[in-house]
């Protein structure tokens, strides 16, 4: 079967089908005549496999040791079943402290932060886990910034291609074409490099700033 027919077939993206081959957790046959993949039902019923487990939060590591024999199953719904009950306690505690503030301050610009983080921080002590500010807040700095430089270099590769064209029905003297494609590629690359140093930034700084939160 070809890709196509396995996303269809299991559900499952061609882009997930794609990640968990180069996980590991499948390895289709290749086509000698043209190298392209060949997948079986076999491979079909594994990434069925793959998906129940990974729907129950199960990890890419924990599936790879099932499939090599390092665990049982019994022994990872075990585990995943331990994994599972912390986090209902971790949101039953948050569930408590949105009762509590909903009941004992009455509106933003009152709200007393330094009191409940201090309460936070205690209970964090003693094992309880509140939400990730470096995962969630930082993220979306990237996907931000990712957007913004796609935006701009689409725009810029638009418009070299309406030069491009405008160029081949009137055409310019060569000068003047080298200077603008050179202009353009240069403003996508140094997009391309505002953006490596954005990513850095949210990397080292402030993703070192949110993990003290």
């Excluded at 003297?173 to 391309?192: A, F, N, S």
Aim: glycine share 8%; proline share 2%.
């Amino acid at each position: 079967m070809k890709i196509n027919q396995v996303e269809e077939l299991t559900g499952i993206t061609k882009k997930n089908i794609r990640f968990y081959e180069s996980e590991g957790l499948i390895a289709p046959s290749r086509d000698p005549a043209n190298g392209y993949r060949e997948y079986s039902l076999a491979d079909a019923e594994t990434l069925r496999r793959i998906k129940l487990l990974r729907k129950l939060d199960v990890s890419c590591e924990k599936i790879r040791d099932l499939q090599e024999g390092k665990i049982t199953l019994a022994a990872c719904m075990d585990d995943q079943l331990i994994l599972l009950a912390h986090r209902q306690r971790d949101l039953d505690h948050m569930q408590e402290m949105c009762r509590r503030l909903m009941e004992e301050e009455r509106d933003f610009s009152g709200l007393h932060s330094e009191t409940w983080l201090h309460q936070m921080k205690e209970m964090e002590k003693g094992g309880i886990r509140f939400m990730n500010v470096k995962e969630s807040d930082v993220g979306k700095r990237r996907g931000g910034a990712i957007a913004a430089a796609a935006a701009c270099i689409c725009f810029f590769g638009l418009l070299l291609g309406a030069i491009i064209w405008a160029n081949h029905e009137d055409p310019a003297p060569p000068g003047v074409m080298v200077v603008m494609v050179v202009l353009i590629g240069g403003m996508i690359l140094g997009t391309l490099l505002a953006l490596r140093q954005r990513l850095h930034e949210v990397k080292k700084g402030e993703m070192n700033e949110a993990s003290k939160y």
